[in-house]
């Protein structure tokens, strides 16, 4: 595939909307750069509260300098409040210690912009000088142009919404059917039977009967079934627990994760809230994978919403609110796509 070069301000609002999925609010955006190659693209909200400057930039740094080959980060500041001439821009508190920590692991700030709802600006530019574009511009920016030929396109707000599902009832019947069956099999014969399942889904190039939904869904009920066929999605012959906490030297196949998501979100159309936990649970999963932790926290909270006693969903969500990164994000060439985190 070609490679993109991002040669001005509007470039770079387009590639930050298209690598995130949608137009940040409330955000700090940054990039990590080696020499003129692009790394890692993290996204996380902007500090909620006053004399966090220091500890908020310890933990910006600690995600970027996940990328150890970066050298220097580009960043971007979205936000509704407004910058007053002659005094210092919104969040140059924050900016001023990121800037500090960075320099502490050898990464300098080449670049910065400040992005209000109608225009952005360079951020250490004069308030209401020329300077100031208008955000609309990006949509005619040739990396947008790039990306829309791909496929791509930039959700207004990085909210999950969810496909539908009906006739609740007769679905839980059908799932209930399918456990009663695994509970009357030998443990080992149950599990094999599971995978045999979900390998041919993985395989497959078409969406699955309703039937195996019910029956995938069934099996992601039982911890010890579940918990193989999250390990099985990568395609990695590996021990269990080192795929799935992505501490694998080895790649995995991100194409095979990206059509697992899809399988997931098909098989929850299939089921009922009453056996949805696990299969949500497992969509946040693939996205902490991906280093998406904030759809990643939005799907283990669904996943909470329909069972708050679910233990993997509350374990996941600890584990990504503590700011652990997937194994596989620390390497570029292991990790998703472009270094993802958000």
């Not at 990306?147 to 791509?152: A, D, K, L």
């Not at 990206?258 to 089921?271: G, S």
């Not at 009922?272 to 902490?288: M, Q």
Request: with cysteine; proline share 6%; hydrophobic share 40%.
């Amino acid at each position: 595939m070609e490679k993109l070069t991002i040669k001005t301000p509007s470039d770079v609002l387009s590639f930050i909307g298209h690598t995130l999925g949608f137009w940040p609010t409330e955000s700090l955006v940054c990039i990590t750069l080696n020499n003129n190659g692009i790394g890692a693209t993290l996204r996380i909200d902007l500090p909620r509260q006053p004399g966090q400057d220091l500890p908020y930039a310890r933990t910006v740094a600690h995600y970027l300098t996940s990328d150890t080959t970066a050298t220097s980060i580009l960043f971007a500041v979205y936000t509704n409040e407004t910058a007053q001439h002659g005094q210092a821009k919104p969040y140059a508190g924050t900016i001023a210690a990121l800037t500090g920590v960075l320099a502490e692991h050898g990464i300098t700030i080449r670049d910065g912009l400040f992005v209000g709802p109608e225009t952005f600006s360079p951020y250490d530019d004069e308030p209401g000088t020329s300077l100031a574009l208008p955000v609309s511009s990006t949509q005619t920016s040739a990396i947008n142009a790039e990306f829309i030929y791909r496929g791509s396109f930039i959700e207004p707000t990085n909210h999950i919404a969810l496909p539908t599902t009906s006739q609740e009832t007769a679905k839980a019947t059908a799932v209930e059917h399918h456990m009663d069956t695994i509970r009357t099999q030998p443990a080992d014969a149950s599990l094999q039977q599971g995978r045999r399942l979900w390998a041919d889904m993985l395989n497959s190039k078409n969406l699955p009967s309703d039937d195996d939904c019910h029956t995938l869904v069934a099996n992601l009920q039982f911890p010890e079934i579940r918990d193989r066929l999250l390990a099985d999605i990568p395609g990695l012959d590996e021990p269990m627990q080192q795929v799935l906490f992505a501490q694998t030297e080895e790649a995995p196949m991100w194409s095979r994760i990206e059509w697992a998501q899809q399988l997931l979100l098909h098989a929850y159309t299939r089921t009922s809230a009453e056996h949805s936990a696990p299969v949500l649970t497992a969509i946040g999963y693939i996205n902490w994978w991906e280093g998406k932790g904030t759809k990643a926290h939005q799907f283990l909270q669904l996943a909470l919403d329909t069972d708050p006693a679910y233990r993997l969903a509350r374990l996941s969500d600890q584990m990504i609110g503590s700011g652990i990164v997937a194994g596989w994000n620390m390497n570029k060439n292991t990790a998703y796509k472009t270094l993802l985190f958000e």
